[in-house]
Nanobody, 124 residues
């Protein structure tokens, strides 16, 4: 079992940047496909970005492509989400999640391990 703890959320002005971190313990992040999801109030979590277990290839939701970058630091056992050119519609609780699947998992039910989330609020 892997435990995931997110940090780095906060309040930022539209057009600004934030970097979220996801610290893993119990297992190494390289043993999982890792993803970021975001959940707006009253909504289900939506896939944002992923990094494949197979070869570390990254992939993104269309809404964030070109603005967000997912990466991992195996030495620190940490996954990051660098967010730039932030928009008010990016406001959500951002969750880090881990999947045992290979390929490019992007569905909620493909991820068994979840962090508690960190709030990102983008002001207009």
């Amino acid at each position: 079992q892997v435990q995931l703890v997110e940090s780095g959320g906060g309040l930022v002005q539209a057009g600004g940047s934030l970097r979220l971190s996801c610290a893993a313990s119990g297992r190494t992040v390289s043993s999982y496909s890792m993803g970021w999801f975001r959940q707006a109030p009253g909504k289900e979590p939506d896939f944002v970005a992923g990094i494949s277990r197979s070869d570390g290839r990254t992939y993104y939701a269309d809404s964030v492509k070109g603005r967000f970058t997912i990466s991992r630091d195996n030495a620190r056992n940490t996954v990051f989400l660098q967010m730039s050119s932030l928009k008010p519609e990016d406001t959500a609780v951002y969750h880090c999640a881990g999947s045992v699947r290979f390929g490019f998992p992007a569905g909620r039910n493909e991820y068994a391990y979840w962090g508690q989330g960190t709030q990102v609020t983008v002001s207009s």
